[in-house]
Structures are given as C-alpha cells and as structure tokens.
T-cell receptor, first 111, second 116 residues
Framework: DGGITQSPKYLFRKEGQNVTLSCEQNLNHDAMYWYRQDPGQGLRLIYYSQIVNDFQKGDIAEGYSVSREKKESFPLTVTSAQKNPTAFYLC??????????FGSGTQLSVL | DQQVKQNSPSLSVQEGRISILNCDYTNSMFDYFLWYKKYPAEGPTFLISISSIKDKNEDGRFTVFLNKSAKHLSLHIVPSQPGDSAVYFCAAHNPNYGGATNKLIFGTGTLLAVQP
C-alpha cells in the first residue's frame, strides 16, 4: 500500500539535544512538507521541498533543519535552537496538484 | 494575520441531523479550498475540495458550498454519524506563495462531536 510513514510515533527531547523525525513516502510524489500542529492552532508550514536536493523555508523554519537526499525521504531535525519544540509534527507529500497526503504524525515532547 | 478562520472551535450534533462547519477567508486570490478530517494522534485525511470557479461540490454525505462574495465556505454533513466525530480543518490554496507548487493555509479546526 502506498503512503507516508512517520517515525517514531512519540519522541522525547532533553534540553540542548537535537532530535530527528523520519518521514518516508512511496507515493512517488515530488513535493514533501513538514507541518507543526499546536493545540487550538492550525497547521503551520515549517519546511517544504519540491525536488530532491532542494528545500525552502516555510513560515516557522527557525530552530529546524531538513535534508532531501532521496525522493522518498524528508527528515526533519529539531535543533536545540527551537525553544518551544513540544508539538505534533506532520509530514505530507503531494504530486503536482493541490491535495496533500499526510503521515500519521510524531508527538514531540520535552523532558 | 490569520487568512483562514474557523470561528467555531467545537460543534455538537445529534446523530442523523445535519452538521454545518464554517470557514472564512480573507484573500480573494485563493483558488482552491479543501476540507480535511483529523482523528486524535493521526494525520489529517482529505475529505472534499472545491475550486473557486464553482459554488458547490458534493460527495456522498458531504457537500461543500463556496460563497466568493462573502469569502465564506461551509461543509455540510448529512446525515451525521458518530464516526464523523473528529476535528475538521478548512484549507485554502494560495497560488502566489513563493515558488512552491502547493501552499495550503489551514484554519484552526472545528471539533465535531456527533451524539448517538
């Protein structure tokens, strides 16, 4: 079955630690995205990538980094510079159209 | 500056009745609107969409209405079922966002509870 796989489901970060969230898709989509969801807020775009080896900052990129070395993979690193990392993180992909397909998300919490 | 607004954080409806979820937007350049459904601790799933050149789109129990002059869209669910209980996000597509082929702006969501 085609889809988007995010791992882990739950992740805990210590102070000063970098953590990486995994996102893999087998939909053969060119574009991939990372969103953050906070309680009572909509989904906010962190980073997006339209093709391999290229990515752009979204609306709230500070404290995050990404890479796109393979079409299937778009990992997100939450760095120690992100002072409020606790949130639900969603990875998505799309073909050339407007519709996004989402993974099941990763809940990141701070210890 | 919130360009897509869902002013009702929650809505409770009896099973079998109609659910109406509302969404307002501010940017007249948005060309495409979508509704997503989200269960707790899961990713959103696409529900229904509408192009800005239309005023209605129907898919089974779900109908989306678009009023461009009022910059308002609504999702109607008839009849409502307990399994419809979820958070519903409205999203608008901005064709003028940087170089991205796809820039969706999401509302804050409405939690729908369908009571048996």
């Amino acid at each position: 079955d085609g889809g988007i796989t995010q791992s882990p489901k739950y992740l805990f970060r210590k102070e000063g630690q970098n953590v990486t969230l995994s996102c893999e898709q087998n939909l053969n989509h060119d574009a991939m995205y990372w969103y953050r969801q906070d309680p009572g807020q909509g989904l906010r775009l962190i980073y997006y990538s339209q093709i391999v080896n290229d990515f752009q900052k979204g609306d709230i990129a500070e404290g995050y980094s990404v890479s796109r070395e393979k079409k299937e993979s778009f990992p997100l690193t939450v760095t120690s510079a992100q002072k409020n990392p606790t949130a639900f993180y969603l990875c998505a992909s799309s073909a050339s159209g407007e519709k996004l397909f989402f993974g099941s998300g990763t809940q990141l919490s701070v210890l | 500056d919130q360009q897509v607004k869902q002013n009702s954080p929650s809505l409770s409806v009896q099973e079998g009745r109609i659910s109406i979820l509302n969404c307002d937007y501010t940017n007249s350049m948005f060309d495409y609107f979508l509704w997503y459904k989200k269960y707790p601790a899961e990713g959103p799933t696409f529900l229904i969409s509408i192009s800005s050149i239309k005023d209605k789109n129907e898919d089974g129990r779900f109908t989306v209405f678009l009023n461009k002059s009022a910059k308002h869209l609504s999702l109607h669910i008839v009849p409502s079922q307990p399994g419809d209980s979820a958070v519903y996000f409205c999203a608008a597509h901005n064709p003028n966002y940087g170089g991205a082929t796809n820039k969706l702006i999401f509302g804050t969501g409405t939690l729908l509870a369908v009571q048996p």
